[in-house]
């Protein structure tokens, strides 16, 4: 009894809390469907002219709007309220087509020394679970590139892709900041690497103001469920 009289003050609190920061540090357009979808960029070690760039949806709901916007799965999978039905297949369908992989390549560029990279999609195994490595091979050893990354923002604007790069740079791609020049290589970062200043702590409240309230919103949520758990193995009891 007493933890069931207390939990609706954690609640009061946990939400307040995620409105405050919602509020102060995330930026306009938070992503629109809960966890953020993610890039991760890494140079190659035994190929110095490859950046590979790995990508990983923020949810398998996402998938299948993808899916469906590529003409790859049928209209009735995403319902009338805006809810998606997934199924495990449609990340498979989606992995294997050549319309995801041009998506991934039109949505996902890089360029070094002011010359277009060429990309390489590497069929995923599980695309869910593990995302999709796009290997982009420029014209000489990389030392800095910029980089643009759109996914998803022709679905809903509002999306955004925390990336993470090599020797801790961080960026948040958005509304406004689809581009950003990072520094891969041992050597100065060159003109096209001027704003990889910008990982300090600017950058570092970006990323916990997008992914920070996410986490109590679903910690609040699973309280909630819990409670209303245990409230029904209460009723479910004999008096």
Not at 1 to 25: C, G, K, N, Q
Request: proline share 8%; with cysteine; hydrophobic share 45%.
């Amino acid at each position: 009894m007493p933890s069931t009289a207390r939990w609706p003050r954690r609640v009061v609190i946990a939400v307040a809390f995620t409105v405050t920061l919602l509020a102060v540090a995330v930026p306009a357009g938070a992503h629109p469907y809960g966890y953020p979808q993610t890039v991760t960029i890494a140079a190659d070690a035994t190929r110095p002219e490859v950046v590979r760039l790995t990508w990983k949806a923020g949810g398998v709901d996402e998938l299948t709007l993808l899916g469906v916007k590529l003409g790859l799965l049928p209209q009735d999978r995403v319902l009338l309220d805006g809810a998606t039905s997934f199924q495990a297949s449609d990340a498979t369908v989606l992995a294997a087509s050549a319309p995801f992989a041009n998506y991934l390549l039109t949505q996902m560029t890089v360029r070094s020394n002011g010359h277009a990279c060429a990309g390489t999609v590497d069929p995923p195994s599980d695309l869910a679970a593990s995302g999709v490595d796009v290997d982009y091979t420029c014209a000489g050893p990389v030392g800095a590139a910029r980089i643009e990354v759109r996914m998803l923002s022709d679905l809903d604007p509002a999306y955004q892709t925390v990336a993470t790069g090599p020797q801790g740079q961080r960026q948040v791609y958005g509304p406004g900041r689809y581009a950003h020049d990072w520094a891969l290589g041992d050597a100065p970062a060159a003109s096209e690497a001027a704003s990889v200043t910008d990982h300090g702590p600017a950058t570092v409240w970006k990323v916990a103001g997008s992914v920070g309230p996410l986490l109590l919103v679903a910690a609040v949520v699973a309280l909630l469920r819990r409670q209303v758990r245990r409230r029904r193995v209460a009723h479910a009891r004999p008096s």
